[in-house]
């Protein structure tokens, strides 16, 4: 089982030259980092630390604009029996040079696989980067994580230091994915109009569970969850690694992913499971009398969690329950490069399902991002600062909704990512909120997980007789000319017993969209729109 994250740090010494130096060459000799090679072992291995070991430079002239440096970074990944080394190399190339500061174009290069580049600048010590990035790496995602200087006293950074962050999520994210869209078809069978939910939410308050359940209870939640082929320290280091990922952002993205196990006071819980929610899931545990107070306190919790757009997520307390586990989510995002003008939102037409029409707030700006023109729809990308994106799924005029949602599915969603190519023209949203409370014991029994609700076994958590009462998802979302705000809070209660293409898209008419984070491939939210509020 692969094991995360190994930081590497690359460190570029721009040293400073003093009047009458002798001349030397401007290139700089790299510098090595070394990773102490962790002992074999049943357990997980903790995360070795990084020695960082330069070569001794002489002083020398400021960088040019044609100087580059190369520095040498290893990764090790741990494993339960071996270590797998990822050697890669990091090319720093000097763009331009002054004594306000310098600005640098880094390469990360790994044996011939898609390489992460990125700009920055420096004034002073103050880093500034123009983009993030994040480049793959044989299952293995890489991520340019942070930037530091120290000062040299004349104006530019005497060291450059790149923190680069690995991990691997990519099983878990597709299983993830694949579950959201089952998920997604069984909620639009019911009388919903509007549909909003995390995906991420009900999937990572049902890991908790799963990492509790036994025998046929477990493995009809993992055919369910789609985590058949994992085991289970692949599953829970993965999610381990999705949340480092998604808690390692750039601060312009506000995105929090919580998790908490509450327990009623007096209930004994296996010490291996607690461990595991604990470490894995970084769940806040507690054990209280399951009173009034209690709900109010969990409550809080969640309101806590979620900036306070979700006010609680259960109403009372099942006199036989023992436990909740739950999830909650929160995102606010801007939209990048620029917002919205306020001045330029307008009273505008959106055409329901009956044909009738009804004026709504629309959006409007000009584009330059990623467009798909599919088979009976056209979508559109629109990103957030920080690694995030919003995608706009529009049926043609010839369509609706409904025959878009038919085809949708894991793969196929896999397959439209990467056919999107970049466009420019004018974009038309309409400034919105939706949002959606729903008990989900019948839509996950009729996925294949009914057995958890009836006669369960979740022995692993050292409970006899306990079995899912209720799982309750609540989600909201407002899209707005700034950019995005939602929330999404999932509680799973125990009981006992190239050249540019023209670009013109207006979301006139019913539409599906979702939220990614663009870093680990995750769906943090989707959701289907058939009807609007009309503008005030």
Request: proline share 6%.
């Amino acid at each position: 089982m692969k094991r995360l994250l190994v930081m590497g740090i690359g460190v570029l010494a721009l040293a400073a030259c003093a009047s009458g130096d002798p001349p030397i060459p401007t290139r700089t000799t790299p510098l090595s980092v070394e990773f102490p090679t962790a002992t074999p072992t049943t357990t997980a291995p903790a995360t070795p630390e990084l020695a960082v070991v330069p070569t001794p430079t002489p002083p020398g002239p400021l960088p040019t604009a044609d100087d580059q440096v190369t520095v040498g970074v290893g990764f090790n990944v741990q494993e339960f029996k071996s270590a797998l080394v990822m050697p890669a190399r990091l090319l720093i190339q000097i763009q331009d040079v002054d004594l306000g500061g310098l600005h640098a174009s880094l390469r990360l290069s790994m044996q011939g696989q898609q390489t992460i580049e990125i700009s920055l600048s420096i004034q002073e010590d103050d880093p500034v980067f123009d983009e993030r990035s994040v480049a793959e790496y044989g299952g293995y995602t890489v991520a340019l994580q942070s930037v530091t200087a120290s000062p040299s006293g004349i104006g530019l950074p005497s060291t450059l230091g790149v923190s680069l962050l690995i991990y691997q999520t990519e099983p878990v994210v597709d299983a993830n994915t694949r579950f959201a869209f089952d998920l997604l078809h069984e909620l639009r069978a019911g009388d919903q109009t509007n549909l909003f939910f995390s995906p991420l939410s009900i999937s990572m308050a049902l890991a908790m569970t799963y990492d509790g359940a036994s025998g046929e209870t477990k493995a009809a939640m993992a055919e369910v969850l789609h985590l058949t082929n994992l085991g289970d320290d692949a599953v829970n280091q993965g999610n381990a690694d999705l949340l480092t990922a998604l808690g390692n952002r750039a601060p312009e993205l506000n995105l929090s992913v919580a998790n908490s196990l509450w327990s009623r006071e007096g209930v004994t819980l296996n010490r291996s499971f607690i461990d595991r929610v604990e470490r894995y899931y970084a769940a806040e545990v507690t054990s209280l009398p399951f009173d009034e107070a209690a709900t109010e306190r969990i409550n809080s919790w969640v309101s806590d969690k979620t900036n306070g757009k979700i006010d609680g997520i259960i109403d009372e307390i099942d006199p036989s329950g023992l436990l909740y586990l739950i999830n909650a989510i929160y995102l606010k995002a801007s939209w990048t490069p620029w917002p919205f003008d306020e001045e330029d939102t307008h009273p505008a037409p959106f055409q329901l399902e009956d044909g009738t029409q009804v004026l709504v707030p629309m959006m409007s700006r000009g584009f330059k991002t990623d467009y798909l023109d599919g088979d009976g729809f056209t979508a559109l990308r629109l990103p957030y600062a920080g690694s995030a994106s919003a995608y706009f799924f529009l049926p043609d005029r010839s369509s609706n909704l409904d025959g878009f949602l038919e085809q949708l599915n894991a793969d196929a969603w896999a397959t439209w990512m990467d056919d999107f190519i970049v466009a420019q023209g004018p974009v038309n949203i309409p400034r919105f909120e939706v949002g959606l409370e729903v008990t989900l014991n019948d839509v996950l029994k009729a996925m294949g997980m009914e057995v958890a609700f009836g006669v369960a076994d979740f022995s692993a958590m050292g409970l006899d007789g306990a079995f899912i009462s209720e799982v309750k998802h609540k989600a909201v979302v407002e899209v707005h000319e700034t950019g995005t705000e939602a929330a999404g809070a999932t509680s799973v209660a125990i009981a006992l017993s190239g050249t540019l293409n023209e670009l013109d898209f207006t979301l006139d008419r019913p539409f599906f969209f979702a939220i990614t984070d663009d870093v680990t491939g995750s769906i943090l939210f989707m959701g289907s729109v058939r009807e609007m509020q009309a503008a005030q």
